[in-house]
């Protein structure tokens, strides 16, 4: 069983910057893929960007490419979401998902391949 604590959400102005953080615990961090997603009011779910188990492969949606890295910290079992040029429509409560493997969770981008989910933290930009 895989236990996830989301932390690090809040309330930033429009091109600022947070750091959301995902601790795993129940198993060794190399075995635990995980996935950032987000939800706004009234809308669907949406993928954020995904690392591997082992940290050397990352995937990101097209809407956050190169505003956003995700990154992971093996000895610490966290993994990290960077935040930067935050825009308004980034306003979401922000999930964390794991999958038990080494690699990226199978359809890394759909919210069924993970198992696990966290609490959920909220980011709200101010434009």
């Known amino acids: 069983q895989v236990q996830l604590v989301e932390s690090g959400g809040g309330l930033v102005q429009a091109g600022g910057s947070l750091r959301l953080a995902c601790a795993a615990s129940?198993?060794?961090?190399?075995?635990?893929?995980r996935g950032w997603f987000r939800q706004a009011p009234g809308k669907e779910r949406e993928f954020v960007a995904a690392?591997?188990?082992?940290?050397?492969?990352?995937a990101y949606a097209d809407s956050v490419k190169g505003r956003f890295t995700i990154s992971k910290d093996n000895v610490g079992n966290t993994v990290y979401l960077q935040m930067n040029s935050l825009k308004s429509e980034d306003t979401a409560v922000y999930y964390c998902?794991?999958?038990?493997?080494?690699?990226?969770?199978?359809?890394?981008?759909?919210?069924?391949?993970?198992?696990?989910w966290g609490q959920g933290t909220q980011v709200t930009v101010s434009s």
């Open positions: 129940g198993r060794p961090s190399n075995t635990i893929a």
């Open positions: 998902a794991a999958k038990i493997t080494y690699y990226f969770a199978t359809a890394y981008e759909k919210g069924d391949a993970y198992g696990h």
């Open positions: 690392i591997s188990g082992t940290g050397t492969s990352t």
